[in-house]
């Protein structure tokens, strides 16, 4: 896809993109290098590796090539004295602070300024095709996860069963995965983003999975969490008050619901139960990258507008006894919501 002309209608300024999922955003673009936007030009700048890569993925885009002679910033100087241009904006929270201070050494006469946030806001409300990749990402994450409920048993290693489900998503079809897996079971359920570890999963514990695939360059994000055998009654009542507070704030995401308000319906739930164990911010925007904007948190109050596509992810952690989360990735629709993934959010025993 290539959106550097809707780009250009919101800023008509130069602009160098590094990070990655900017470059792929404004220009289609998966390789290394940079993107760079004056008014008049849309540039490719990589290396021998990615050139022919930048072509197939980006025809609208002139590409070049860096060379011995020819550094990036050689090829942006030329581009800007074409044009006339001494001011360049570049994305400094993504820039090292080496790669900077070459830009101003190698660019004399060019002030650098920081980028006002453009792409944020446009990839906050996705397009037909990326809800159709997002789909797609939550279609082979949740079949790898009913692959994956086939297989787990206890006395597997938390580890184990992170191999398998991360082989299930690439069987599945995936292009990658949206970010580490994490499997936290037992009272390792207490840290919210466990590494999966050599520990054994036994019976009567809860085993949480937080997975996602990237699937034409999107990501989906889901948790579910199961039992093994038997589980406590306490840490039955600790899944029922996910669960609920999960479906409450669920049923009132809709455009114009404001997301601040979204967290606080199941925070006030979760503090009135369990106060102070739910830590982490409700959800998350997510897109090109598994964080986006808009926020979903107690302090933000974003509007929802159809198009934005957020997590739901409400969670209770307690220390030396476990956790659970439930979390879906949906889509704001005209009128409501939709929840694209199928896998059951009642209590799996397996
Ligand atoms: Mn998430």
Known sequence: MYRVDEFRKLFDKSAVFDSPDNMFYLTGFRGEGCVLVTP?????????????????????????????????????????????????????????????????????????????NITGGMREVKSAQELDCISKAVKISGRAFEA??????????EKQARAVLEYEMYACGADGLAFDTIVASGVNGSLPHAVPSDK?????????????????????????????????DELKRIYDAVYNAHMAALSEVKP??????????????????????????????????????????????????PGHVITIEPGVYIKGVGGCRI????????????????????????
């Open 40 to 116: 008049r030009a849309a540039v490719i700048i990589t290396d021998s590796r990615y050139t022919e890569q930048a072509e197939r993925q980006s025809p609208e885009c002139k590409v070049e090539t860096t060379g011995k002679e020819r550094g990036r910033e050689a090829i942006i100087r030329e581009y800007l004295s074409a044009e006339g241009i001494n001011e360049l904006h570049v994305e400094t929270g993504v820039l090292t602070v080496r790669a900077y201070r070459a830009m101003e050494e190698k660019l004399p006469g060019v002030k650098l300024s920081d980028m006002p």
């Open 148 to 157: 994956l409920l086939e297989k787990l048993k206890p006395g597997m290693t």
């Open 200 to 232: 054994v999963i036994n019976k009567g514990e809860l085993v949480t999975f937080d997975f996602g695939a990237k699937y034409g360059g999107y990501c989906s994000d889901c948790t579910r969490t199961v039992a093994v055998g038997n589980v406590s």
């Open 256 to 305: 114009g619901a404001v997301t601040k308000e979204l967290d606080g319906i199941a925070r006030r739930y979760l503090d009135g139960l369990y106060p102070g164990a739910f830590g982490h911010s409700l959800g998350h925007g997510v897109g090109i990258f598994i964080h986006e904007t808009p926020t979903v948190n107690y302090r933000d109050a974003n509007v929802l507008r």
């Open 327 to 350: 979390e879906d990735t949906v889509f704001v629709t005209e009128t409501g919501f939709t929840d694209p993934y199928t896998i059951s959010k009642q209590l799996i025993v397996v």
